[in-house]
């Protein structure tokens, strides 16, 4: 855990800001029980990503595709939102913050309660037809594998692949909110993937505190972030809103 002393000046930042927002990448889910792609015992160890991973590879071979998606999919219907996602969204409910931008597609911040989730990377829980244009909801098609759609093509899930662009909206959105931001949480990223990786510049840039939670120091660290709080996600934020009541009850 980190000291007190961190953990105090942390929840005064956010107490004082008017506008905070959060961006999360996938060691917020760690403690959901869905590994980092990238680690040890991620989807990347065992799926080469620019086979399965590419907008190409899905138009090349969907069927191939679909089964890391099985396999991603499998690991997002066990998952439950954690105490960092829980957290959250009691800043939210307290006033305290304004929106989450992630970049993971699990849906956890929805589930935790969280209501303005700016999802970066898109969504698993609709489906599209690259070839006509239909959506579907992935509960529409639970019962097929690989889903088609009614023109008998195999239908896409709404997440980004290498390759694809970020949606417009999504990327308008958090841009918005990085330059009006007094209080920027980065929590569970590296934020080493483009553009999300812009997102702490540009609220250090007009004037945002950097605050970031995460298990090993990253290049935000050193260069933009004003308090780091090393350790588990979910004890560290549980902490911060503890702390946070606590003296707003005072």
Known sequence: MPPMNLLNQAA?????????????????SVESGIPDFRSKGGLWTKYDPSEYATIEAFKRDPEKVWRMIKEMDDLLEKAKPNKAHIGLADLE???LLYGIITQNVDNLHQEAGSSNVIE??????????????????KEEKREEYPPKCECGR????????FGEPIPQDAMAQSFQMASKADVLLVIGTSAVVSPANTIPSIAKQNGAKIIEINKESTWLTDSVTDIFLQGSAGKIISELVDIIKNKRHK
């Not at 896409?156 to 692949?161: E, Q, Y």
């Open 154 to 161: 195999i239908l896409k899930p709404d997440i980004v692949f």
């Open 12 to 28: 005064d930042i956010i107490i004082k800001g008017k506008f905070n927002i959060a961006l999360t990448g996938a060691g917020i």
């Open 93 to 95: 409910k307290m006033g």
């Open 120 to 137: 970066y990377h898109g969504t698993s829980k609709t489906l599209s037809c690259l070839w006509c244009g239909r959506r579907y909801k």
